[in-house]
């Protein structure tokens, strides 16, 4: 029987196993889906596709940074954080940062098409199946991101894998002094999670946005309402620079300052002046494993009782 490719699309969405998996397995069973589904769940890759209903919000952050010029940034989840701490997870990783470094794609399902850099013969997706076969968890590769720079690139991993954060910079002078301070601003990012690197980066929407926020709780406030218009102004301007000091990396209180005064920029140029490096910060990148998704309770006690088919 000839196996077309709209036969192999619909076991593929049937499964979700690999476009060579589907095919073969029609080729073995003659074009049979049901016989076909039984072959893939033999080769673990149907199961796969059961274990890919889960929720994986655990995981790790990689950033790594090659000639000090070239940083990868990557985030893979696994659904518990005994997986992740997994050697054959970590090697996984490995391999996936090895693959973002090697590519030109611009999102994770790009990369999920490529072939694998350690196996040609594979695709990524496929290998991805592969490991949540053998690891017996699903598994995500989230995101990533790199930084071509023609500056300097410094990576900070916090908590083990937990928060990953690149730091981009422009340096005349490149020394370990210049690295140590640039560290020291990923550890800041790390930490308190500035949206933006400087105020020239934040939209005048937003802003606008802030102020509607801000004088409408004015508004509903009894004494502060009854305040001139001036002062009222005055008020929501305070307010949105208080604001802009804290997701703006560069108008940050500078962790380490001694004063508790000084500010992210005013340490970069007390740095660039000590090294004699025109230092000035271009950008950054954090990610924190599993921000953004929505974790699933389960308990536990029901999830073995339906393995166990009780």
């Known amino acids: ?8 699309k619909q076991l593929r969405e049937m499964t979700g196993a690999g476009v060579m998996a589907c095919k073969k ?3 073995e069973t003659d074009g049979d889906y049901d016989k076909a589904i039984e072959v893939l769940r033999e080769k673990g890759e149907a199961t796969a596709v059961k274990k890919a209903g889960r929720i994986a919000a655990e995981g790790v952050v990689r950033a790594e940074v090659r000639d000090d010029r070239l940083g990868v940034i990557v985030e893979v989840n696994s659904e518990t954080d005994f997986v992740a701490k997994n050697e054959k997870f970590g090697a996984f990783v490995s391999d996936v940062v090895e693959q973002v470094f090697a590519t ?24 991805l ?20 720079s023609d500056g300097i690139v410094v990576p900070y ?3 083990g894998g937990r928060i990953g954060v690149l730091v981009e910079a422009k340096a005349d002078v490149v020394n370990d002094d210049v690295k140590e301070a640039l560290k020291n601003i990923a550890m800041q990012i790390a930490a308190l999670n500035p949206k933006y690197t400087e105020r020239s980066e934040v939209s005048e929407e937003f802003i606008a946005h802030e102020k509607e926020i801000l004088m409408a709780q004015i508004k509903n406030d009894p004494k502060e309402s009854q305040k001139p218009e001036k002062v009222i102004e005055g008020m929501i301007e305070g307010r949105i620079n208080k604001e802009m000091k804290e997701i703006c ?3 940050q209180v500078y962790v380490k300052a001694e004063d508790g005064k000084q500010t992210v920029a005013q340490y970069v140029a007390q740095v660039a002046k000590a090294t004699g490096s025109n230092l000035t910060i271009k950008g950054f990148v954090r990610y924190e494993t599993g921000e953004g998704i929505e974790k699933k309770e389960e308990n536990f006690a029901e999830e073995v009782a339906k393995q166990m088919g009780q």
Request: charged share 25%; glycine share 4%.
């Open 157 to 159: 991993i916090h908590g």
């Open 104 to 127: 030109n794609s611009a999102t994770a399902e790009e990369l999920l098409a490529e072939q694998f850099v350690k196996d040609s013969s594979k695709t990524v997706k496929e290998e």
């Open 129 to 148: 199946v592969s490991q949540i076969s053998v690891i017996g968890e699903n598994l995500s590769i989230r995101r990533f991101a790199k930084i071509n």
């Open 25 to 27: 397995a029609l080729v």
């Open 249 to 251: 990396l560069l108008d």
């Open 1 to 8: 029987m000839e196996i077309t490719a709209a036969m192999v």
